[in-house]
């Protein structure tokens, strides 16, 4: 028995029928000069990374142990100097202390909005999660209970940005633009780093002083530029996405300009205090070697989302990105059209994990969310979405949202594990076609 009928063996072990499997391979046969072009876009990113290391002079001391107040420690001032290096920035605040993207970004905003400012979203609506944070949705601490002015300008249908109406809608109070560069639970593209460039470019133009955010979760060295690099004044993110390589257990970070970076650090802790304290508590060894790592990892997260569109665009569903297009984050957005399809690929996605493979994910109300969401992941860091997962909302046009996977052997056992279970729920045919279903 040679290697591939070994793998296939596997495979089968695993619950994959033959004839997903080979259609599988078919596919993946295809795709072998799009991942090159993924495999040379990581080396550059890794150089990137490893030079920034060198630049702030890491060394073995960066990993000791800092408790307390955290004064002199140095690896946590270490790391935020290499942040600021690979992001081409002033200043970085990296801290575990950040517990997610979310929080990061209500970071950001709190530090840097005052009553009376108008916070100007021009990706149309935000994030879910972010709008509690805003204040578009009534939660307790919001921005509005402080006085800040939210509006937003709505995208154009096909997903670009509505120039004229974010002229038009650029005042005397606008204080901060943000865009997402990701798609967040929405089916529309993702942003290029050159579009946000363009954007940005723009909105300078009309009113320079004006401080433009990006939310740069999922999309973390899946190009060759950040959006630093195209004139973001901050870019924030979270560890447990792109940048932390599946290591950081925990962890944000805000790089930008460094009088913002320090607006951020006083938010974080308290006035006067702003970054000299918050101690790393361990975690800096896992910092640096998931920053390390990030670029491989994200290039095997690219292959399986790129796989993922490739399949599902094969059985006629929809797919944002789809298969041939360029990718500018980790996120493959599938539409079924039924809650039927959405939580039977999740259920793939899950058994497919090395850690609760044999949990059976459910729908449930998630805080932060207008409907209920279905979210499987078996991962080492709990809510890591670099690591192999699928969520969405079960809501129209029922779509799954699908990211990460450490390895892209992985990503790819996945896809194919979520293919079976739709073949054994009956809603994709032993022939490879969607059937039609009816909603839950």
Excluded at 241 to 266: F, H, S, T, W
Excluded at 267 to 273: A, E, K, V, Y
Excluded at 342 to 358: E, L, N, T, W
Aim: net charge negative; charged share 20%; glycine share 10%.
């Amino acid at each position: 028995m040679d290697i591939s009928q070994k793998i296939q063996k596997l495979y089968e072990q695993t619950g994959i029928s033959p004839e997903v499997h080979d259609f599988g391979e078919k596919i993946e046969k295809t795709l072998k000069e799009r991942f090159d072009k993924i495999d040379k876009m990581a080396e550059l990113n890794q150089l990137k990374v490893i030079h920034a290391m060198q630049e702030a002079r890491v060394n073995a001391e960066c990993f000791n142990y800092a408790s307390g107040y955290g004064y002199n420690d140095f690896g946590r001032d270490t790391l935020e100097k290499v942040y600021a290096n690979v992001f081409h920035t002033e200043d970085a605040l990296v801290r575990p202390q950040i517990t997610c993207g979310t929080h990061a970004l209500a970071l950001t905003l709190s530090a840097n909005l005052r009553p009376g400012d108008e916070l100007l979203s021009i990706a149309g609506k935000p994030y879910d999660t972010l709008e509690e944070v805003i204040g578009i949705r009534q939660s307790t601490g919001s921005l509005a209970e402080y006085g800040v002015i939210y509006n937003q300008v709505d995208l154009l249908p096909d997903g670009s940005f509505d120039f004229d109406s974010i002229e038009k809608a650029i005042g005397e109070k606008t204080k901060l633009i943000t865009i997402q560069r990701s798609k967040g639970y929405q089916t529309r593209p993702s942003f290029s780093v050159d579009q946000i460039g363009e954007a940005i470019a723009f909105v300078k133009k009309i009113k320079p002083e004006v401080i433009c955010m990006v939310d740069n979760c999922y999309g973390e060295f899946v190009e060759e530029k950040e959006p630093s690099d195209v004139g973001a004044d901050l870019v924030v993110g979270s560890l447990i996405k792109n940048p932390g390589g599946g290591l950081a257990p925990i962890g944000g970070y805000v790089a930008g300009r460094k009088d913002l970076i320090e607006q951020c650090a006083y938010r974080l802790t308290s006035p006067g205090l702003g970054k000299e304290v918050g101690a790393s508590l361990g975690v800096m060894q896992s910092f640096y070697q998931g920053l390390f790592l990030a670029p491989t990892v994200v290039a095997g997260a690219l292959k399986g989302a790129i796989f993922a569109a490739n399949v599902y665009e094969r059985l006629g569903c929809g797919v944002v990105p789809n298969g041939s297009e360029s990718r500018h984050d980790i996120i493959q957005a599938i539409t079924f059209g039924t809650a039927q399809g959405v939580i039977s690929f999740c259920k793939g996605i899950q058994a497919a994990a090395p850690v609760d493979s044999f949990v059976t994910p459910e729908p449930w109300d998630m805080p932060g969310y207008d409907s209920q969401v279905i979210m499987a992941a078996g991962a080492f860091v709990q809510g890591s979405s670099i690591e192999l997962s699928a969520d969405g909302p079960i809501k129209p046009p029922y779509a799954v949202y699908f990211q990460g996977g450490l390895t892209w052997y992985h990503a790819k056992l996945g896809i194919m594990m979520a293919l079976q279970k739709l073949v054994d729920a009956g809603i994709v045919s032993t022939d490879f076609q969607v059937q039609n279903v009816t909603d839950l």
